[in-house]
């Protein structure tokens, strides 16, 4: 069977797509080989020479590859996804109620970064800790979906994790300057 012909509703499921299995904990080389061999198969240069169909089926795939890989291979947004897939809505835009424990350390991130921003052993600290904090979350998601199945629970530290991206994000920002 040729992927090219094949319909574009059969792989509404990224997992099926590149065919390894739906869960949270995923080994990254086999998602990388499955993204190689797809694209292999869809690519839109191998199908220059066939028909206006196959051509726009050809885009359409590789396209669609490509949104996949990009939401699997990001722990957050394979999270997102899992739950997505499971009837939980993560209400990113409209849920920002967040643990009082949680904003505490937030805050406290925000205020440290403010202090040793001309520190970099310090700055280096501050990172390591936020790291820590995040693979634990990671695990916690891991463990809600692929243990618990609860996409609840996932979808809730999944929304703290976006919460502490952000902060890494003006942490390393802050490390490089």
């Given at each position: 069977?040729?992927?090219?012909?094949?319909?574009?509703s059969?792989f509404?499921?990224?997992?099926?797509?590149?065919?390894i299995k739906?869960q949270f904990?995923?080994?990254?080389?086999?998602?990388?080989?499955?993204?190689?061999?797809?694209?292999?198969?869809?690519?839109?240069?191998?199908?220059?020479?066939?028909?206006?169909?196959e051509?726009?089926?050809?885009?359409?795939?590789a396209?669609?590859?490509?949104a996949?890989y990009?939401?699997?291979?990001?722990p957050i947004?394979?999270?997102?996804?899992?739950?997505?897939?499971?009837?939980?809505?993560?209400q990113?835009?409209?849920?920002?109620?967040?643990?009082?424990s949680?904003?505490?350390?937030?805050?406290e991130?925000?205020e440290?970064?403010?202090?040793?921003?001309?520190d970099?052993?310090a700055?280096?600290?501050?990172?390591?800790e936020v790291?820590?904090?995040?693979k634990d979350i990671?695990?916690?998601?891991?463990n809600?979906?692929?243990?618990?199945k609860?996409?609840?629970?996932?979808?809730q530290?999944?929304?703290?994790?976006?919460?502490?991206?952000?902060f890494s994000?003006e942490?390393?920002?802050?490390?490089?300057?």
């Open positions: 069977m040729s992927a090219v012909v094949a319909s574009l059969e509404d499921d990224y997992f099926a797509l590149f065919q739906p904990k995923i080994d990254r080389q086999a998602l990388e080989s499955a993204y190689l061999t797809v694209q292999k198969q869809v690519h839109p240069d191998l199908h220059a020479g066939g028909s206006d169909a051509k726009r089926v050809s885009m359409q795939m396209t669609l590859a490509n996949a990009r939401t699997l291979i990001h947004q394979r999270g997102l996804y899992l739950c997505a897939k499971h009837g939980i809505d993560p990113l835009e409209t849920n920002t109620a967040m643990p009082a949680f904003l505490m350390q937030q805050m991130w925000r440290t970064l403010v202090d040793v921003r001309h970099p052993q700055l280096d600290q501050l990172y390591a790291e820590k904090t995040q990671l695990l916690e998601v891991e809600a979906i692929d243990t618990s609860d996409y609840e629970l996932a979808a530290k999944l929304r703290a994790l976006l919460f502490i991206d952000k994000q942490l390393e920002d802050a490390i490089a300057a």
